[in-house]
């Protein structure tokens, strides 16, 4: 597959967290890639062993066209073609998380499609076997936009498809990156998300910053019912 790079979406009306400079997402996150390396994020795992774990138990098998929303710079699409994976998109608001990644990855990045976008502006252009979100999802603390993604995301999905969603746990950290979150535990994602996703596995991971701190999230695995 050819390597697509497109205009990353506009800044929303109305950014979440309105009273931050910058005033927009896309410059408060190009701005933290374009400052700190990778793995010097708190968010940074050298091997995203949850999130490879759950999306092997879909059963999808390594040609499913999975899309990493909000994927930044995650080390999981390596692991991913290295486990042979051959349809993988990878969407940021931050054009220069998504550099790091293909500049990581070398040459096999043109086997994956890159998107620059914001995922609540963001038009879906064919469908997915399996969404996959760590971290991006609890950023959305305005009712309107999480509804907004759950739209996105069910366009994107094929009917049956897979979802993959980590946030911070109820009793896990406030803020991310310096932004406010909304925590959820594993059926509040289901709730949000709505009766057309059956939540199929849950897993509690306590992540270890680079900084040495612990992070309480919770995966939801869901599948879309047909
Ligand atoms: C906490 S980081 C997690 C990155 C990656 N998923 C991981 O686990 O390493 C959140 C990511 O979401 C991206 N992001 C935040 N809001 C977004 C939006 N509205 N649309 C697309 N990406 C977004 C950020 O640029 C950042 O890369």
């Known amino acids: 597959m050819s390597s697509v790079n497109t205009p990353h979406g506009k800044a929303r009306d109305k950014a979440p967290d309105a009273d931050k400079a910058p005033d927009t997402m896309q410059q408060h996150w190009s701005g ?23 999306i092997a138990n879909t059963g999808c098998g390594a040609h499913a ?19 042979g994976h ?14 790091k990644a293909r500049a990581r990855v070398g040459e096999r990045a043109g086997h994956v499609e890159w998107i620059a976008a914001d995922v ?11 969404w996959h979100d760590r971290a991006v999802f609890h950023f959305l603390t305005d009712a309107q936009d999480r ?55 849950t897993v509690d991971e306590h992540h270890i910053t680079p900084a040495g701190r612990v992070q309480h999230f919770n995966y939801a695995r869901l599948r879309h019912k047909r």
């Open 32 to 54: 933290v890639y374009a400052t700190k390396n990778e793995d010097e994020v708190s968010w940074y795992q050298a091997r995203p062993e949850t999130s490879l774990r759950l």
């Open 65 to 83: 066209a999975l899309i990493d929303a909000g994927g930044g710079a995650s080390t999981l699409v390596d692991h991913l073609l290295d486990a």
């Open 86 to 99: 051959d349809d993988l998109t990878v969407l940021d608001i931050a054009p220069e998380a998504l550099e």
């Open 120 to 130: 609540l502006q963001w038009q879906p252009t064919r469908r997915y076997d399996i």
């Open 147 to 201: 509804r907004r993604y759950v739209q996105v995301l069910t366009r994107a999905l094929k009917p049956g498809g897979h979802v993959i969603i980590a946030t911070f746990a109820p009793d896990g950290p406030e803020k991310c990156s310096g932004l406010p979150v909304m925590r959820h535990s594993p059926h509040s994602i289901a709730a949000e998300l709505g009766d057309a996703f059956e939540l199929l596995e």
